[in-house]
């Protein structure tokens, strides 16, 4: 396995993927290395992996996995949108005293292919949130044997620095950042989705609406009140900021429920919602309320206007 190339001396942010094959046993030629390498040299260490990867690299690792950090990423990383947070948090709380490291895998063989475009965009935002920022690594696996091909580019387009599978190690550039992939428009809603134009006047009755189409999708109780809560967030948010108005759609597909609300505002900060709660802005709650209750949420803004849409699993 190529090991990640120019090293030198690091100063800021090094957002590097590596590239993987053969399931968990690539996976720990390709992690191990780094990880005990951070240890050897005293810096604090995160991993945030599905729990199998977890239990193989604590077993490779021994007693030195009680000095690592480990963070369920099918947890954390089921909404790519809660990801950067906890990121932020970890170097927030080990960042100021030297260099600290991190590997975050968040696309995982089987994701669906709207979760694996909000993968592209939670990696084009690491680099929004940290390239101004202390000193730290973090190491992004991919599956190369099992991921889709178009995944394995999008890495490509992402990370500054990628090694690994016969790749030549720091061949390729980052060619996209976290501003190109928000700005761009999210696929239409289908033409056969409920549409209903809404003010101030209307955000009752829309919660009404939300509910009945929870019910038509037979979500329980409590998924039931967390989508409700989160589309009366965001419709709450376009008519606070968004000239007073907006549009709700909703459809189902075979695998989810999305509601989706869409207004004629913009926003400037591609990392709404995925701010530390105490650093929110007042306008980005709704987002991060969102982000805290959905399975997945989608945030896409341009000068012509905002799209949210939610995603709830059936």
């Known amino acids: 396995m190529d090991r990640i190339a120019d090293r030198g001396t690091m100063a800021g942010f090094r957002h590097e993927a590596v590239l993987y094959r053969g399931g968990t046993g690539g996976l720990l030629e390709a992690v191990v290395p780094f990880v005990t390498e951070a240890l050897e040299a005293g810096e604090p260490v995160m991993v945030a992996e599905p729990p199998e990867a977890i239990a193989a690299l604590e077993s490779v690792l ?4 009680s000095r690592v950090t480990f963070v369920d990423m099918s947890a954390l990383g089921r909404n790519p949108a809660r990801i950067i ?3 932020v948090r970890f170097v927030d709380r080990f960042g100021g005293r030297g260099p600290v490291r991190g590997v975050g895998e968040p696309a995982w063989p089987g994701r669906r292919e709207v979760e694996f475009d909000e993968c592209l965009l939670h990696e084009a935002l690491l680099n929004t949130a940290f390239d101004a920022g202390p000193e730290w690594r973090l190491l992004c696996p991919y599956d190369e044997s099992a991921l889709p091909a178009e995944v394995i580019d999008d890495a490509l387009r992402t990370h500054p620095y990628v090694a690994g599978a016969g790749r030549e190690p720091g061949r390729y550039v980052r060619r996209t950042d976290g501003r190109d992939e928000f ?9 056969t989705a409920e549409e209903i134009v809404f003010d101030a006047a209307d955000l009752a009755g829309l919660r009404s609406v939300v ?3 929870c019910d038509q999708a037979a979500l329980n109780d409590d998924r039931t009140d967390e989508l409700v809560l989160a589309a009366h967030e965001l419709a709450g948010n376009s008519v606070q900021h968004a000239g007073g108005h907006g549009t709700l759609r909703a459809w189902q597909t075979q695998h989810a429920l999305v509601i989706e609300v869409t207004d004629s505002g913009s926003i400037a900060d591609p990392l709404v919602g995925r701010e530390p709660v105490l650093d929110l802005a007042e306008s980005g709650r ?5 982000n805290q209750l959905c399975d997945l949420v989608q945030v896409r803004s341009c000068d012509t206007g905002t ?8």
Not at 62 to 65: E, K, P, Q, T, V
Not at 183 to 191: H, K
């Open 62 to 65: 021994g007693r030195d996995s």
């Open 85 to 87: 947070p906890e990121w």
């Open 183 to 191: 700005t761009r428009p999210l696929p239409a809603a289908p033409v």
């Open 211 to 213: 509910r009945r189409l």
């Open 286 to 290: 709704g987002v991060a309320i969102a």
């Open 307 to 314: 799209t949210v849409r939610l995603h709830t699993w059936l």
